[in-house]
């Protein structure tokens, strides 16, 4: 036990047995122990709150896990009647079921003798749970088609979006960065400039072109205006710098075209550049929200992200399904973080965000 | 699979990109790569600006700019009609100048705290601790949720019957009903949005933290500087450029809040948490009849707000690139 405490209060480096955590380690420690409980708390609630029954959620205060009432089908009734373990009165340690509840009374049942009726005070009794996964949560959003139609919608504006922003920058990053030609500056600094001028400061004519694009209510007026972002031209061109001209000049002895020149050697020297430009992407209109509920207003053209606003301003809403559907919602982004989490990081902290 | 399509496609561009090198020859050829991104950029952001001044001059509901009659500045002029900028009530649009003191506030308290923890876990971080890289990630990991799902996953925890009354309740303390009360439902959006984003600016100081030499502490310990003096006199200036881009780029988000807040609240209650740019699409997009000059008029003043904040940034990484 000792030992194990050596263990855990060895400082890194200096193990062989001298120094033990200062305070200002364990207040380091305590810190990060405050930071799991406050970022993972909120998620994990959640998460366990979409296995909860519409009846578990509405009880108060919560339970931590997921509980049950257990049913039990008795011969005579049709539908399963719920369990209760009498706490008092004339049937204590029993356990029965109920038949119907009249205002502070119950019409219970003993499973063992179906025939005969037993009354009880509703407050002599406590319901026989058991820990289960509403697994019908999630089951019923995939019964539903609209929430297969949002996660398509979602789905297929973010891979196009992101399919031609890769294109385009890329091949706007080429010819940036290797290509001397009169304007290349002026063009730098248009792009620099774009920076400036967010989506959020220019709704109502971007509005304007997308209608008269005819794209107004479509996928591809939420995809295409997506795709006009800034960022991977720079990301990309800062890349394609550091690849050296000998290559392609290598290339153009063999007669290579230049369109070959591009596909065949800058983008996959350019891949590891492309690759954190395209998990980027890929977040950014997974989790784009303002532009969306602009341009798409008929909930068949309802992406992920929208479906779920609307469903919570609902007036009634329908917690078990709105839970499920959030969890859902994060998901993908949970397993792309999982397992690119490294790129990520150093692509956001490269490119400053948005 | 992937390259199953992409290999025929590029082929396929290949054609008519071949048929055009010949036809440009190299010196022009370079436009012909830039093109699809400048008509891009061109029809969805330079557009746009340029636009956004005609509509800002315009009214009537009209969306198409021919049908629109020419106003002149009244739209600025309705937007600025005020008795008193500090009292939006004795202004004529006074649900702008409510989103305008909000979006203030919101803002100064919202990078003021974000960016104070931010600098505190980073160098918390940065410490000589275990498992550096789990603890990143945990404080990272909300930056990737979307702001829907941020505003949904605490919406039911502070809902009435959420867990943290019924924690509140069992300590005997109360319940409140969070979102009703407007001072409470300001306060938790600029606690979700600090949660949301924090990690996201901790990550570029931990990157600044991390680029300052080690041998400038080795040689403060050899002085027996304490480590309060070698944190005053040593990090904090040299983290010093680092902060001041951390500062600017939350100025900027924080300006352009919307998403999280108005899933979250709606911009209530009353106008209690409505932000400046869902003024904007309040008055442009949402209600009827669609007040597209005054939402230009008020997205030019925003973008003003934006570009001196962008040019200062630009003007920050240029002098830190320069050393």
């Given at each position: 036990m000792s030992g194990a405490f050596a263990f855990l209060t060895r400082t890194r480096g200096r193990a062989n047995g001298g120094t033990r955590l200062h305070w200002t380690d364990w207040a380091s420690y305590a810190y990060l122990g405050l930071g799991i409980c406050l970022m993972f708390g909120p998620v994990v609630w959640l998460v366990l709150s979409s296995f909860k029954t519409e009846a578990d959620l509405q009880?108060?205060?919560?339970?931590f896990l997921p509980y049950q009432q257990q049913t039990m089908l008795i011969e005579g009734y049709d539908e399963p009647l719920p369990l209760f373990r009498m706490?008092?009165?004339?049937?204590?340690?029993m356990i029965l079921a109920q038949v119907r509840r009249v205002g502070i009374q119950a019409q219970m049942v003993d499973p063992a003798n179906p025939g005969e009726r037993l009354r009880t005070g509703i407050d002599e009794r406590e319901p026989v749970q058991r820990v289960r996964l509403a697994t019908e949560n999630y089951t019923e959003l995939f019964e539903r088609f609209t929430f297969l139609r949002y996660f398509w919608n979602s789905t297929f504006i973010t891979l196009m979006s992101t399919a031609i922003m890769l294109l385009v920058n890329s091949m706007a990053a080429f010819a940036l960065s290797k290509y001397r030609f009169r304007g290349r500056t002026t063009v730098l600094l248009l792009v620099i400039s774009t920076?400036?001028?967010?989506q959020t400061v220019v709704l109502v004519p971007l509005f304007l072109i997308v209608t008269e694009l005819g794209?107004?209510?479509?996928?591809w007026g939420v995809i295409i205006p997506g795709a006009a972002t800034p960022t991977g031209v720079f990301l990309l061109r800062q890349y394609m710098l550091?690849?050296?001209?000998e290559i392609l000049d290598a290339a153009r002895m063999d007669k290579a075209s230049e369109w070959k020149i591009f596909w065949r050697i800058i983008l996959p020297l350019s891949a590891p550049a492309i690759a954190v430009l395209a998990i980027l992407a890929i977040m950014w209109r997974w989790n784009d929200f303002l532009w969306p509920l602009i341009v798409l207003t008929q909930s068949e053209n309802f992406t992920l992200q929208l479906a779920l606003n609307s469903f919570q301003g609902?007036?009634?809403?329908?917690w078990s399904s709105l839970l499920a559907m959030t969890v859902l919602t994060l998901l993908p982004i949970a397993c792309v973080f999982m397992f690119l989490q490294k790129y990520i990081a150093t692509g956001i902290a490269s490119t400053g965000g948005k | 699979m992937f390259l199953a399509i992409l290999n025929p496609l590029m082929r396929i561009i290949e054609i008519p990109m071949l048929a055009l090198q010949r036809l440009l020859?190299?010196?022009?050829?370079a436009w012909a790569f830039l093109a699809p991104n400048l008509i891009l950029f061109g029809l969805f952001a330079f557009l746009p600006v340029i636009l956004n001044l005609f509509y800002a001059t315009t009214g009537g509901d009209n969306v198409l700019l021919a049908d629109r009659p020419d106003v002149g500045l009244r739209n600025f002029v309705t937007l600025t009609?005020?008795?008193?900028?500090?009292?939006?009530?004795?202004?004529?649009e006074d649900k702008f100048w409510r989103a305008v003191w909000n979006t203030t506030w919101f803002v100064t308290l919202q990078v003021g705290f974000m960016v104070g923890f931010a600098l505190l876990t980073a160098i918390i971080l940065n410490?000589?601790?275990?498992?550096r890289g789990f603890f990143r990630a945990v404080f990272f990991?909300?930056?990737?949720?979307?702001p829907v799902v941020v505003a949904l996953i605490w919406k039911w925890i502070l809902q009435r019957e959420g867990v943290l009354n019924a924690f509140l309740d069992w300590t005997g303390m109360g319940g409140i009903n969070w979102l009703v009360d407007a001072q409470w439902a300001f306060a938790w959006s600029v606690f979700i949005s600090v949660w949301a984003h924090m990690g996201f600016y901790t990550l570029i100081l931990l990157a600044g933290l991390q680029a300052i030499p080690r041998d400038v502490y080795e040689a403060a310990i050899m002085d027996r500087a304490s480590p309060w003096r070698s944190f005053t006199r040593i990090t904090l200036p040299l983290l010093a450029p680092t902060m001041l881009v951390v500062l600017v780029l939350a100025l900027i988000k924080g300006v352009q809040t919307f998403d999280e807040i108005y899933a979250f609240t709606?911009?209530?209650?009353?106008?209690?948490?409505?932000f400046i740019i869902q003024y904007i699409y309040e008055e442009g997009f949402?209600?009827?009849?669609?007040l597209f000059g005054l939402a230009a008029a008020a997205s030019l003043m925003v973008a003003a707000v934006l570009v001196v904040l962008t040019l200062i940034q630009l003007w920050v990484n240029r002098r830190n690139v320069d050393g």
């Open positions: 009880r108060y205060p919560p339970t706490t008092g009165g004339e049937y204590e340690g920076l400036m001028i967010p794209m107004f209510n479509s996928l550091t690849i050296p001209d609902e007036l009634l809403t329908d | 020859g190299m010196r022009l050829f009609d005020c008795g008193s900028y500090l009292d939006p009530n004795t202004c004529r410490r000589d601790i275990r498992a990991f909300p930056v990737l949720l979307s709606g911009g209530g209650p009353g106008t209690a948490t409505t949402a209600g009827a009849p669609r």
